[in-house]
Antibody, heavy 123, light 108 residues
């Protein structure tokens, strides 16, 4: 079964750090760009950032650029989101998602999503 | 960044109705548009990609159309399982990925 399972969420104070993990199974993880998307309480979806198959490229949304980093370990089929200098407005459910591959080409369309992990930033 | 605007924000409809949700981009995105369905407390689910391509396993009552800046998601005959929030998402290569604000489809 194709699956993504996030972990690492929790309560953190403003200015703190947290590292999220996403464990992939059931597909060739190293073949896919991977993405983090978040959703604040009662809000819509917001793209956080993504990482290329070999980890050589990452990109981020403006709201997290310079504070968050994404990495991956293809040997462990795992994706990570390191969040530093956290703000109250970073409070959200964080989803990892798999980028679609069609006819051998990767697209920024998210065909598999994890269940999400909640991050709460509060004093 | 490209802004995505969905209308309406909320839509009330009955089982069996034909419904249409619109998504407008602030600049042309060709056909680089996807639609997702999200039920309360659940994970988003991909419905449509490249504006009109139906994701595998998605019922054929869902369809997408449009190009450039204006797109629509149509449900031909609403089923009870379709009441959810729908999001569009653009993935133009030259701009950060952005989502619409969502359209909540509720039972009339």
């Amino acid at each position: 079964e194709v699956q993504l399972v996030e972990s690492g969420g929790g309560l953190v104070q403003p200015g703190g750090s947290l590292r999220l993990s996403c464990a992939a199974s059931g597909f060739t993880f190293s073949s896919h760009w991977m993405t983090w998307v978040r959703q604040g309480p009662g809000k819509g979806l917001e793209w956080v950032g993504n990482i290329k198959q070999d980890g050589s490229e990452t990109d981020f949304g403006d709201s997290v650029k310079g504070r968050f980093t994404i990495s991956r370990d293809n040997a462990k089929n795992s994706l990570y989101l390191q969040m530093n200098s956290l703000r109250v407005e970073d409070t959200a459910v964080y989803y990892c998602a798999r980028d679609q591959i069609e006819y051998g080409r990767s697209y920024d369309v998210f065909d598999i999503w994890g269940q999400g992990t909640m991050v709460t930033v509060s004093s | 960044d490209i802004q995505m605007t969905q209308s309406p924000s909320t839509l009330s409809a009955s089982v069996g109705d034909r419904v249409t949700i619109t998504c407008r981009a602030s600049q042309s995105i060709s056909n680089w548009l996807a639609w997702y369905q999200q039920k309360p407390g659940k994970v988003p689910k991909l419905l449509i990609y490249k504006a009109s391509n139906l994701e595998s396993g998605v019922p054929s009552r869902f369809s997408g159309s449009g190009s450039g800046t204006e797109f629509t998601l149509t449900i031909s005959s609403l089923q009870s399982d379709d009441f959810a929030t729908y999001y569009c998402q653009q993935y133009n290569n030259y701009s950060p990925i952005t989502f619409g604000q969502g359209t909540r489809l509720e039972i009339k």
